[in-house]
């Protein structure tokens, strides 16, 4: 089993930047695939980023230049810093590890991106 805690969600002023953080523990292999998840209310979650552990990246259309995902494997951590965030970023943001064929999730932490 894997566990992943996001940080990092809070209410911001459109414009705004945050980072968020997903720190995963249990059961670790070095081969997987880190992905930020989103789910706005009465929609369906949506990717928005994905690294491999070889360090390749994919983002939905509508946050790429405005998102970066990134990892640190030696504090097995991925993280995901917004920037120029637009009221239609709010959402419920998830964190998810795909390895040996399994999707764990986290919790989700939420950002509200309003004035």
């Known amino acids: 089993q894997v566990q992943l805690v996001e940080s990092g969600g809070d209410l911001v002023q459109p414009g705004g930047s945050l980072r968020l953080s997903c720190v995963a523990s249990?059961?670790?292999?070095?081969?997987?695939?880190m992905a930020w998840y989103r789910q706005a209310p009465g929609k369906e979650r949506e990717l928005i980023a994905e690294i491999t552990s070889g360090g390749l990246t994919n983002y939905l259309a509508s946050v790429k230049g405005r998102f970066t995902i990134s990892r640190d494997d030696a504090k097995n951590t991925a993280y995901l810093q917004m920037n120029s965030l637009k009221p239609e970023d709010t959402a419920v943001y998830y964190c998810?590890?795909?390895?040996?064929?399994?999707?764990?999730w986290g919790k989700g932490t939420l950002v509200t991106v309003s004035s």
């Open positions: 998810s590890r795909l390895q040996w064929g399994v999707r764990y």
């Open positions: 249990g059961s670790i292999f070095s081969i997987n695939i």
